[in-house]
């Protein structure tokens, strides 16, 4: 099977498990990428240095080593993995991954960028929608605060009127007081 065969066989799901959120940006790290464009890590960590000015910090980070370790000490890793992560990764933002196509030069990467790129377009589009349910909810809260002040202010106007009603009832039973004239 060719590389042009595997790309269409990379679930959206796969792409999606390698988004990360570091730094409060959603990126990918340069050793999944390496394993989805099917190069090293090396050769792509190289492509990249070659052509540094590419890359500004909000298309690519390096993770500072306290980033580095507690990362990795999130992760269970097998010792296969940590030789992979011996280094901290590269750090690659929606931006950055549109770049590497053009250092990368090769019709696979160019492809696999573009399904990434949808991926990231789709993440962004799920979170749009999400920050407009939580708007509507937060509008509907404030309705519904409100009209629980209603309800209340409404149950105190009816205590009142209760209250009202029953001054008028015990006025009318209380014993009158005076003179009492024989004939009523």
Request: charged share 30%.
């Amino acid at each position: 099977m060719t590389n042009e065969e595997n790309i269409a066989m990379i679930p959206d799901e796969v792409i999606t498990s390698k988004i990360y959120l570091i730094r409060n940006k959603k990126v990918m790290l340069d050793r999944d990428l390496a394993e989805l464009y099917g190069v090293e890590t090396k050769v792509l960590k190289q492509a990249v240095r070659r052509n540094r000015r590419r890359f500004p910090s909000d298309f690519m980070f390096e993770m500072s080593v306290e980033e580095f370790q507690n990362w990795r000490s999130q992760f269970v890793t097998s010792n296969k993995d940590k030789m992979g992560l011996r280094y901290p990764p590269f750090c690659f933002t929606e931006h950055g991954v549109l770049m590497l196509s053009t250092v990368l030069n090769s019709e696979y990467a160019t492809e696999i960028n573009i399904q990434i790129i949808k991926v990231f377009t789709k993440i962004r589009s799920i979170l749009q929608s999400n920050n407009e349910i939580i708007a509507e909810l937060e509008q509907m809260k404030s309705m519904l605060s409100e009209h629980d002040n209603n309800i209340v202010l409404i149950f105190e106007l009816l205590e009142k009127l209760e209250e009202d009603k029953q001054q008028q009832i015990d006025q009318q039973n209380r014993e009158k007081i005076g003179y009492k004239r024989y004939n009523e």
